[in-house]
């Protein structure tokens, strides 16, 4: 059985950094491609970054760029985004994802097969 746990949410105020971890387990981990998505009330789930299982190539949305950096540690099973000089827009539901280690890096909900069940970052002004 596959799961993926978040951690690591939490309230920060704006300019603020916040450090969210996912732990995976019943799936080999270094085979798959990691995604964080987030999702705010009223909004759509949206990709935020994702990295290759090679960690050779990753991907960020233009609203995090320079302020967010996704990691793994394959021996940990576990992926990391960092988040940096957080703002207001930021406050979301914050989900990891992993899909079958392809060359493509998806960037949307569907190409990700499992999912964890999310946690909350508030950044306040």
């Known amino acids: 059985q596959v799961q993926l746990v978040e951690s690591g949410g939490g309230l920060v105020q704006a300019g603020g950094s916040l450090g969210l971890s996912c732990a995976a387990s019943g799936v080999t981990f270094s085979s798959q491609n990691m995604g964080w998505f987030r999702q705010a009330p009223g909004n759509e789930r949206e990709i935020v970054a994702a990295?290759?299982?090679?960690?050779?190539?990753?991907y960020y949305a233009d609203s995090v760029k320079g302020r967010f950096t996704i990691s793994r540690d394959n021996a940990k099973n576990t992926a990391y985004l960092q988040m940096n000089n957080l703002k207001p827009e930021d406050t979301a539901v914050y989900y990891c994802?992993?899909?079958?280690?392809?060359?493509?890096?998806?960037?949307?909900?569907?190409?990700?097969?499992?999912w964890g069940q999310g946690t909350q970052v508030t950044v306040s002004s």
């Open positions: 990295m290759r299982w090679t960690g050779s190539r990753t």
């Open positions: 994802a992993t899909a079958s280690g392809n060359l493509r890096i998806g960037l949307s909900v569907g190409e990700y097969d499992y």
